[in-house]
Each structure stands twice: as structure tokens, then as C-alpha cells.
């Protein structure tokens, strides 16, 4: 019999209000149980007294019903919802500044092309590109860019919607 905890990652959905200090409120509450966040996005919704996070947590089962009930505990938070168990969608977006010179200029543009990223920036010695989908899909051409020498690296962290 195996006593090994199962870790993943879960992605929850938490409604709260859109006023100074919420974000601090649940940063500080993951901090004070030692809770990890893996990613985090936040931004208004279409009503501008609503914003939605998008929140990644490490942990087993235990931890994330935690963490829910932590959350829920808030006045700020409004709903909590595990999108782990559910179909949803979600996305990603990543800003990769990659030094290059001009001999491998063509192969940094290809790679893009491959992944359905987009160049936004060029110089001499970089290219900035812009990528959008699943994490998985970013940690692939983080991982194959890496070889060419990535001078900076900017991820929005997960968001996330229920299908339908």
C-alpha cells in the first residue's frame, strides 16, 4: 500500500469585487497557509464591479478543497469555482525575446510560424515573439527556443472559461 499524496494542478475560477486591496486579500491568504500558486491572472469583467481570477494551485485534493474554503470564507469573493472536473477552455499568452543573430534570424520566424506565434518585435540582435494557447503548448516552444538563447520571458498565467 502506497502512502504517496497525489499532487496536481488545479484551475479555479473565483468571482470577487473589484475594488482596491482584493488581490492582496487572496495573495495573503495563500501566503499565510502556504498554499502555492502556480499561476495567477486577474482582470475586470464585463461589469466593471466584477473581476474574474484565474488561479493555478499546486496541491492533493485536501489542499484545493482548502484553499475553496479559504476562499469562500472572503467577503471580497463572490464565487469559487473548480474548473479542474469541468470542460472548459483556456489560454495563455507569452512574450519571448529571443537573441538571435541574422544567419539564424529565419529559423526563430519558422519556429513562430510552427506554433502559430507571431513576431512583434525585431532588431539586430532579438526577436520578440508573441504566443497564445495552452500552457502546454507555450512550455513547448519556451523549451525549443531555449536552445537559441532567450534574453527575456513574460507569461500572463492561465485564463479560463466554462464551455458552453
Given at each position: 500500500?502506497?502512502?504517496?499524496?497525489?499532487?496536481?494542478?488545479?484551475?479555479?475560477?473565483?468571482q470577487?469585487?473589484?475594488?482596491?486591496?482584493?488581490l492582496?486579500r487572496?495573495?495573503?491568504?495563500?501566503?499565510?497557509?502556504g498554499?502555492?500558486?502556480?499561476?495567477?491572472?486577474?482582470?475586470?469583467?464585463?461589469?466593471?464591479?466584477?473581476?474574474?481570477?484565474?488561479?493555478?494551485?499546486?496541491?492533493?485534493?485536501?489542499i484545493?478543497?482548502?484553499?475553496?474554503?479559504?476562499?469562500?470564507?472572503?467577503?471580497?469573493?463572490?464565487?469559487?469555482?473548480?474548473?479542474?472536473?469541468?470542460?472548459?477552455?483556456?489560454r495563455?499568452?507569452?512574450?519571448?525575446?529571443?537573441?538571435v543573430?541574422?544567419?539564424k534570424?529565419?529559423?526563430?520566424?519558422?519556429i513562430a510560424?510552427?506554433?502559430?506565434?507571431?513576431?512583434?518585435?525585431?532588431s539586430?540582435e532579438?526577436?520578440?515573439?508573441e504566443?497564445?494557447?495552452?500552457?502546454?503548448?507555450?512550455?513547448?516552444?519556451?523549451?525549443?527556443?531555449?536552445?537559441?538563447?532567450?534574453?527575456?520571458?513574460?507569461?500572463?498565467?492561465?485564463?479560463a472559461?466554462?464551455?458552453?
Amino acid at each position: 500500500m502506497s502512502n504517496s499524496i497525489e499532487l496536481h494542478k488545479s484551475t479555479l475560477s473565483v468571482q470577487v469585487e473589484n475594488h482596491f486591496g482584493v488581490l492582496a486579500r487572496i495573495a495573503g491568504l495563500f501566503s499565510a497557509r502556504g498554499f502555492n500558486i502556480s499561476s495567477l491572472s486577474v482582470a475586470e469583467t464585463e461589469d466593471p464591479s466584477v473581476s474574474i481570477m484565474t488561479i493555478v494551485v499546486d496541491g492533493d485534493e485536501q489542499i484545493v478543497d482548502q484553499v475553496k474554503k479559504q476562499l469562500n470564507k472572503l467577503i471580497e469573493v463572490i464565487k469559487v469555482r473548480d474548473l479542474t472536473e469541468q470542460d472548459y477552455v483556456s489560454r495563455e499568452l507569452a512574450l519571448i525575446k529571443v537573441a538571435v543573430d541574422s544567419a539564424k534570424r529565419r529559423e526563430i520566424i519558422e519556429i513562430a510560424d510552427i506554433f502559430k506565434g507571431r513576431v512583434v518585435d525585431i532588431s539586430h540582435e532579438n526577436v520578440t515573439i508573441e504566443v497564445t494557447g495552452s500552457s502546454e503548448k507555450i512550455d513547448a516552444i519556451i523549451k525549443l527556443l531555449t536552445g537559441y538563447g532567450i534574453k527575456e520571458l513574460a507569461r500572463t498565467g492561465k485564463v479560463a472559461l466554462i464551455r458552453g
